[in-house]
């Protein structure tokens, strides 16, 4: 195979998309790459190169430690294509159709190894749409998600068209918008499939009492059950299923609901919480993709196995006691798509972004998803929509200025009885949801590569931003939340930076509001994407950062947009209302984010409390 594009030359055809062709290649350097060719058709759409170009950004943003890294988004003539690290094996249809279901450990480690693929890509702020078993890749070190969705068109894949079974979720296939939920239903599919070479059948009439989950055991079969159902607000969060497979979590304590079950679900949430918090808000982003027009070039190098080794020098067999059965050997070198046929064969999506779990001496060893280590936006982020208003609140009683006016704090150690905590219910796992961290830490998150530190201890959550690092920790939720309002206690303990609360929608740009104190005293209500200094401050009268402050944030999302409030001490003093469409279910939880140089800072929340 003689042909080059970009910078790659093509060894051999890996496989066929429903939207492109991928192809084994080398870059400049000698060494393997995937490179996958989008069709013309598509290349040639200016919404849709835009759109690439955005999605590989975002895949760019996946946890490197568990995924295979998008390596550069690139142009060649009126040709798009998408590089990817090459991951040497089968994928997970061959591997079933050819050697049957998997068993044991190896299933076991397929289920790890994809749903901290997923973690990794929703904390950055995308949804894969289209898992399947053929995006599942059976490399020398443990299995790789692939292909998450950049210019796929909604409904139902071609693929699926054909007659294949389908593991999109029903309410994609509705043509709905998928969700975190969603992926973790083509999880649970391809699960099942791995399991037993049977797809879900998602969405069929004939498949009254649920899917069939024969062939699948212990908490496997309760998860790819649950995954299964058809409400999406009924199925785990990804956490959840990482938290249950690693033995973090008794299923019988944390999925109370019973698997499903025909009729309605108890839940009617569109769509599953990001288990991870998502790229900070407000600080820069990481490098981004090359430009489609601009000449190509890596966004890195390719690195296939963790630490950065090339992925040359990884064989099967310097994998000790290597789970997974050595690939097949590849194929004769072949040309199957000479050149000639490039303007007509070659089909259309884009890769993204996926996940590696080592998988070493039978043990499935994996990291959890982190978010950019400097907890970046996404660089596509826009600032605020066009209707979106922040304001000083009015003040009941003496008007709109009377916010901006000194006016005395309540004491802070004897809060309004509106702010109160109640007694905390006895499962705590949905809202309503309270932790005053008198105990052991209940499961709150951050990302592994988050830059400080975070824990309950005698009766307080202690977060620690580095300087200049932005820490979001997540509250321990089992189902995601939309319409809240959360009330916590914090002071602020050293430093410069602001924290507070926030609430976090998986949408576009995984939209999150920041609900923050800043040192010096203000308020502010911000947004996903927007630059600092676009974000309106108040100052709060006789705020004082050090001594406890009672903040009561609430997120409220309907047909005109999203309402927000900032109260602090018992007294409102922001509210906002963004007019963007209507706010995604999503993730709640405090926050630090340090500023202005220095040595970080520490705040302490004594309390956190969120209500429907
Ligand atoms: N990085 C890679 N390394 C090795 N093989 C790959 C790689 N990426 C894809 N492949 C092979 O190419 C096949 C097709 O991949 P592709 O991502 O196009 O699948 P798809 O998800 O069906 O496509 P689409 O996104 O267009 O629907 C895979 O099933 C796999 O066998």
Redesign the pocket.
């Known amino acids: 195979m003689n042909t080059v594009i970009g910078p790659y030359r093509l060894v051999r055809r890996?496989?066929?998309?429903?939207?492109?062709?991928?192809f084994?290649a080398r870059d400049p350097e000698g060494r393997q790459?995937?490179v996958?060719v989008v069709h013309p058709r598509l290349a040639a759409d200016p919404a849709l190169r835009q759109r690439f170009r955005q999605e590989a950004q975002a895949a760019s943003r996946v946890a490197r430690s568990c995924t295979?890294p998008v390596l550069e988004a690139g142009l060649d003539g009126d040709r798009a294509y998408l590089v990817?690290?090459?991951?040497?094996?089968?994928?997970l249809?061959?591997r079933v159709a050819e050697h049957g279901p998997l068993t044991g450990s190896s299933l076991d480690a397929l289920a790890v190894s994809t749903a901290v693929a997923l973690q990794a890509i929703h904390a950055a702020g995308v949804v894969h749409r289209?898992l399947?078993p053929?995006?599942v890749?059976l490399?020398p070190l443990g299995p790789?998600v692939?292909?998450?969705?950049?210019t796929?068109p909604s409904g139902p894949?071609?693929?699926a068209e054909e007659g294949a079974p389908s593991f999109m979720a029903p309410e994609q296939a509705r043509g709905e918008d998928a969700g975190a939920a969603s992926d973790v239903f083509a999880w649970g599919g391809v699960v099942l499939y791995a399991a037993t070479g049977r797809g879900p059948s998602a969405g069929r009439t004939d498949r009254p009492a649920g899917p069939d989950l024969t062939g699948l055991h212990g908490a496997l079969r309760d998860l790819a059950g649950r995954a299964l159902a058809e409400d999406p607000g009924s199925r785990p969060s990804v956490q959840d299923i990482l938290r249950i497979l690693t033995g973090a979590t008794d299923p019988a304590t944390s999925l109370a609901q019973p698997a499903p079950a025909p009729g309605p679900r108890p839940l009617d949430l569109p769509a599953a919480p990001l288990d991870r918090p998502p790229s900070a808000l407000t600080t820069p982003g990481p490098p981004a993709p090359r430009p489609l027009d601009l000449p190509a070039a890596p966004l890195d190098r390719p690195s296939s196995a963790p630490g950065g080794a090339d992925p040359d020098h990884v064989r099967p067999a310097d994998q000790p006691g290597a789970l997974w059965p050595p690939p097949p050997r590849p194929a004769p070198a072949d040309d199957p798509v000479p050149s000639a046929r490039w303007g007509r064969s070659i089909?259309?999506?884009?890769?993204a972004g996926?996940a590696i779990s080592l998988v070493i001496a039978g043990i499935a060893f994996f990291t959890p998803a982190g978010e950019d280590p400097a907890g970046h936006p996404p660089a596509t982020q826009p600032a605020a929509a066009a209707g979106d208003t922040a304001q000083p609140a009015p003040d009941p009683a003496t008007g709109p200025t009377a916010a901006l006016s000194p006016s005395p704090s309540p004491s802070p150690t004897a809060p309004p009885s509106s702010a109160e905590p109640t007694a905390e219910p006895a499962t705590a796992r949905t809202l309503p949801f309270r932790d005053d961290f008198s105990g052991a830490d209940r499961g709150w998150t951050t990302a592994a590569s988050g830059k400080g530190r975070h824990q309950a201890s005698q009766g307080a959550y202690r977060i620690t931003a580095k300087a200049d690092a932005y820490l979001p920790v997540i509250a321990p939720l089992t189902a995601p939340v939309k319409n809240t309002t959360i009330t916590a206690k914090v002071r602020m303990l050293r430093g410069k930076g602001d924290f507070g609360v926030f609430c976090r929608g998986l949408d576009e740009g995984a939209r999150r509001y920041e609900f923050s104190i800043t040192s010096s005293g203000d308020a502010s209500i911000g947004k996903s994407g927007e630059a600092p200094a676009s974000v309106r401050h108040v100052p709060v009268p006789g705020l004082r950062p050090a001594r406890l402050i009672v903040l009561q944030a609430t997120c409220r999302s309907g047909a005109a947009g999203t309402s927000l409030s900032l109260s602090v001490n018992g007294r409102k003093v922001l509210s906002r209302l963004d007019r963007k469409r209507p706010f995604a279910s999503g993730s709640i939880g405090m926050f630090a984010h340090a500023r202005h140089g220095g040595s970080g800072v520490e705040v302490s929340f004594n309390s956190f409390e969120a209500r429907p």
């Open positions: 890996l496989g066929q998309g429903g939207t492109g062709e991928v084994l790459v995937a996958k295979v990817t690290e090459y991951v040497e094996g089968q994928d249809h061959r289209d399947k053929s995006a890749l490399g790789r692939t292909g998450f969705g950049v796929r894949s071609a693929r089909a259309t999506p884009i890769l996926v």
